[in-house]
């Protein structure tokens, strides 16, 4: 099987988990979906899928963007745009709008991107322990990675 079909296939039966059991994304319990690419399939993969289980869980729902991820914060570099005719930022500010918080792992936006703070889109945050490790170790938190 490629890599493509098991990517799919693994996002298929999280989705199937997520929309046919309220037991494995609860009231209560929140989402940490850690995205380390910025290539285009992925990330709209990751934020779409986000800023779903956001809007119809209703529950918290962090994005983690890490290594190559940091540059689809990065309101200097232009934005891919998907086969959906949306752009990575117009995804990602769809799910900031939807409530959904966006972390930027702070060394990898010095050491990956050449960013700073400044650098971030509207509503993206620097990580810290503060910041990111609420969200992560907060109890009834499933996460996901891309």
């Not at 809007?55 to 914060?73: C, D, H, M, S, Y």
Request: glycine share 8%; aromatic share 6%.
């Amino acid at each position: 099987m490629t890599l493509r079909k098991t990517t799919l296939a693994f996002i298929t039966v999280i989705a199937v988990l997520l929309t046919s059991s309220g037991q494995v994304l609860a009231s209560g319990s929140s989402l940490f979906v850690n995205l380390t690419s910025d290539d285009l399939d992925r990330a709209a993969m990751a934020i779409n899928f986000s800023t779903r289980v956001r809007q119809e869980k209703k529950i918290p729902v962090t994005l983690f963007l890490n290594v190559e991820g940091v540059r689809l914060a990065d309101k200097r570099i232009p934005a891919k745009t998907h086969a959906n005719g949306k752009s990575l930022k117009q995804m990602l500010g769809d799910f900031i709008k939807a409530g959904g918080k966006v972390i930027v792992c702070p060394m990898c936006m010095k050491n990956v991107g050449g960013m700073s703070k400044a650098d971030l889109v509207p509503g993206a945050v620097v990580g810290a322990s503060d910041v990111t490790w609420p969200a992560l170790f907060a109890d009834d938190t499933t996460v996901l990675s891309y």
